[in-house]
Structure formats: structure tokens, C-alpha cells
């Protein structure tokens, strides 16, 4: 396996959901080992299917959990197949640009006609008028929603995946102090992928964090944050990212992971690269928290937190503002998962004294309170986060292609930072759209985009975004 060498290697994505981004997070998604069974009345021999979920924006959230209680398919004649075999509380907003595993079920082969998804215990935390963060419980105005496929789909064999996503504009109204909540899904059957991207590339736009069960030759056996376990496996190329990381013997049991892969032919899920963290300094386990930045002050700032893991994080914990405070001692660094940065018009550097409000961050730490909403810092990563809006000027430098992205209304990104506009930067090391079958339109003038990567702050009110993952772009820009 190739070593790539970080002395910070750690990334706390997002998609997210930095990104992501996921199995760290608090009550986030989940995944069963291929062969699981799930419960079903239709008759017919099975296979494993790979089901991945995401989540289509509200640019007024920052995080929206929710427990699935069951996903039941239908078929043409009526009768079903339950592919979720229990419970799982997700945080969808970390996952807006990028897909992390939910389930890998195992699904009769058939021909199905619709979907149907029950769920309960919504939690959202959004930005109000006055770009302050709101934590709302909020109404749950409908327990189910069915989708039904536009074209019946069938499972035949192990190359089907399933891709669901939370279109969480079209579930979310709010109106002054009044939150309600109507869930509403797209569920899309989609291919694998047949190629492994370049080692070159910024990400994958699928990422998942976890806690290590158990290493068996090439591949490791994960626990996320809720829900039962799922399985990587590792080839020559997968990427392993972090102090002292040169073999998959080097991890134990209850270490933190981040993944980011791909999902081949057969259910297969290959890592393309795996990071750790650095222990803290007191050598006690750490807490692994990642959410945007809602404000910040002298030796400390406070998060939406989006996701988490480690020994202190519940899955009630997703959605609290949290205040960490930093020292002289807390390192600050730019995710590893970046592994092109060179180039640029602009030296991109992150630390304390350029974090700002809006910026999506990672933190190490050991002393995290969920009751008192505290966590002292002993690292703190720039993390991917993504923006979506208008794209009003496209040109090129050196090897970039250059947009300026006009945020959309509403935007928690402008309600935090105060920028309305951001300056995207792609190049060969950004990442087609995960699942594409063929390449989108290319990107004009008055497009409408979704860029995943990391914001650097400027000065002066400005910031710039090298993109990570082009969830609605072509693939190569």
C-alpha cells in the first residue's frame, strides 16, 4: 500500500459529511456486512445490495437528524422486502454533496415499484434572520413517505446499488420560531464504479467515519456511529493517511477512521484511502467532532456540531452548539484528504487567527461534555464543506478553472460570514459526481452547483474554495 505522510493526518469531513462524512457522527449512518438478511415475504433467492443515502440542501440548515425506523420496498405485485434491519438515527446535512453507506442489505431479486420509508424523532438546528444558530425540535407532520420509482427497477444480481436521498429543502419549513418537518426522499438506483479514481484526486464524494472492530487481511471491519457494522476492503492503492500508519496491522480495535471509497461491483466497499488522528497528548481516547463554525472569540469559538465520535458523543449530542476552547498548544491544519493544493493564486493556510464563522472544522479532543455543550481542542482541521448557488463568472488560472459562485438566499454560510459570493477553484484533482453514468452538462454562466472542498478565508470579507468534489459538475473540472 502506498504511505502518504501527514503530521496531522486526520480528516473530520463532510460531506459531508466533512463530510461525511459519517460514521463518526453522532447518531449518523450506518451499514451491515454484506449477507445480513432482512426480514421479507417475497420468495426468491437474494444478493447484497449496497444502499447509500445523501442529502439535497437547506441552505438555512446546518443539522437535520432524523431516525429511520424501516425501508420497505414493494413490488409489482405487492408484496415486500424490508431492506433496514434496525433503527438508525442519521445527521443529513454533513451529507449534502457527498454519500456515505447506510445499509448493505440483503434484497430478494425482483422487479420493485416503490419505496417506503418510516421515521420518526426529527432534531434540526438552523441559522435565523439575525445569523444566529437555533436549536429546534421541531413538528413531525408526517411518519412515512413512499417513493415510488419512475421506471421499475430490478435487482437481478449484486451490481445493483441504491442511492437515497433526503431532499432536505423540500422537508424543512420555517416560519418565525416554527419548525416543521415532512420528510421527503428520492431513492435511485445506481451503478457501480468502473474505475478506482487517481491517488491524485481531493476525494471520492463518498466518505464514511467509524470506529475500527477488527482487521482481517486486507480489509477492516467498522462500527459507526449508530446501527450495525459494515466492511472495507483495501487494495495496493489505497491511500493510508496518519502518524506512524503503514499497514492496516497497525490499527486496533476502538480506533477512529476515516474512510473514503468507492462501491465496486458486487457490494463491494474499497477504501481508497483510510486516515487516523493523532492521540492527544494525554494519550486518553479521543473525541472526534466536526460541524460549521457559528462564532468566535478569543481562545475559543463554537460549532454546530454536525457529527461526532468517541467515548463522550451520543447520538443526541448532533445539532448542540458546542464551545471549544483552544490554547497555544492546539494545533491547526488543513485536512489531509487534500492532497492537491499547489498552484494557486493564494498561499491556502488555516489557524487561529484566520477561523472565521462559516468555516466547516474538525476537532480533536479528549475533554468533550455533551451535557454542559464544552471541549478543549488539542487539534482543529479546515474540513470540506459544501456550497451550492449561481455561477456568475467562469475563467482559468494556471491549471485551475476558476467560478464565482453567488450564494443562494438564505445561505448559512452567509448568514455566518457575511460573504454573499465565493471564488471556486477546480482542477484534474477535483472529483467527478459519485454514481455518474455520464457526464453532466458542463458548468456555464447562471448554472445552478453544488462544490464540495475546503473555504479558505482571505481577508477582507473574501474567501475561496478549492473543490474536493463537484457533486453537480462535469467530471475533470
Do not use: W
Not at 34 to 50: C, D, E, K, L, R
Amino acid at each position: 500500500m502506498n504511505l502518504r505522510t501527514s503530521p496531522f493526518a486526520r480528516l473530520l469531513s463532510a460531506a459531508a459529511g466533512l463530510g461525511v462524512a459519517a460514521g463518526l457522527i453522532a447518531g449518523c449512518s450506518t451499514a451491515v456486512s454484506p449477507g445480513s438478511s432482512a426480514a421479507t415475504n417475497i420468495a426468491a433467492p437474494a444478493v447484497s445490495v449496497p444502499v447509500l443515502i445523501t442529502d439535497a440542501p437547506s441552505d438555512q440548515l446546518v443539522a437535520l437528524s432524523l431516525t429511520l425506523n424501516s425501508i420497505i420496498l414493494t413490488d409489482s405485485a405487492g408484496q415486500t422486502a424490508s431492506i433496514l434491519p434496525t433503527a438508525t438515527t442519521i445527521e443529513v446535512c454533513h451529507l449534502n454533496g457527498v454519500q456515505a453507506p447506510l445499509v448493505t442489505a440483503s434484497i430478494p431479486q425482483d422487479t420493485y415499484t416503490s419505496a417506503t420509508i418510516a421515521f420518526s424523532s426529527p432534531q434540526i438546528t438552523y441559522i435565523n434572520s439575525s445569523g444566529q444558530p437555533v436549536v429546534a425540535s421541531p413538528t413531525l407532520t408526517t411518519t412515512s413517505f413512499k417513493f415510488t420509482f419512475p421506471t421499475p427497477f430490478t435487482v437481478s444480481n449484486s451490481s445493483t446499488s441504491l442511492l437515497i436521498d433526503l431532499l432536505a429543502a423540500q422537508s424543512v419549513t420555517i416560519s418565525g420560531t416554527t419548525v416543521d418537518v415532512a420528510p421527503v426522499f428520492k431513492v435511485t438506483p445506481v451503478p457501480p464504479a468502473t474505475a478506482v479514481p487517481p491517488s491524485s484526486q481531493n476525494g471520492t464524494g463518498m466518505q464514511q467515519m467509524a470506529t475500527v472492530v477488527s482487521v482481517s487481511g486486507s480489509s477492516v471491519t467498522l462500527e459507526p456511529g449508530s446501527g450495525p457494522n459494515f466492511t472495507v476492503t483495501t487494495n495496493s492503492s489505497t491511500l493510508l493517511l496518519g502518524p506512524g500508519f503503514t499497514s492496516l496491522s497497525d490499527l486496533t480495535a476502538g480506533e477512529l477512521v476515516q474512510v473514503s471509497f468507492i462501491v465496486e461491483s458486487g457490494g463491494v466497499y474499497l477504501a481508497t484511502s483510510i486516515q487516523i488522528p493523532p492521540p492527544p497528548p494525554n494519550g486518553a481516547q479521543p473525541n472526534l467532532l466536526t460541524g460549521p463554525v457559528t462564532s468566535v472569540s478569543s481562545g475559543s469559538f463554537q460549532i454546530a456540531l454536525m457529527q461526532g465520535a468517541g467515548p463522550g458523543v451520543a447520538p443526541t449530542s448532533t445539532g448542540a452548539i458546542v464551545t471549544v476552547s483552544t490554547s497555544s498548544s492546539t494545533t491547526f491544519a488543513i485536512a489531509p484528504q487534500f492532497v492537491s493544493l499547489s498552484g494557486l493564486p493564494f498561499t491556502p493556510t488555516f489557524n487561529s487567527a484566520n477561523l472565521v464563522a462559516g468555516q466547516t472544522v474538525g476537532i480533536v479532543t479528549s475533554a468533550f461534555s455533551a451535557s454542559a455543550g464544552t471541549a478543549t481542542a488539542t487539534a482543529v482541521y479546515l474540513a470540506p464543506q459544501t456550497l451550492d448557488g449561481t455561477v456568475t463568472t467562469i475563467s482559468t488560472v494556471g491549471g485551475y478553472t476558476v467560478y464565482t459562485l453567488s450564494l443562494n438566499s438564505g445561505s448559512a454560510f452567509t448568514s455566518l460570514s457575511g460573504a454573499s459570493t465565493v471564488t471556486v477553484y477546480t482542477s484534474g484533482a477535483t472529483a467527478p459526481p459519485p454514481n455518474a453514468t455520464a457526464a453532466p452538462p458542463a458548468i456555464a454562466v447562471n448554472s445552478q452547483v453544488r462544490f464540495n472542498g475546503l473555504v479558505f478565508n482571505l481577508g477582507g470579507g473574501k474567501f475561496a474554495m478549492v473543490a474536493g468534489c463537484s457533486p453537480d459538475g462535469a467530471p475533470g473540472i
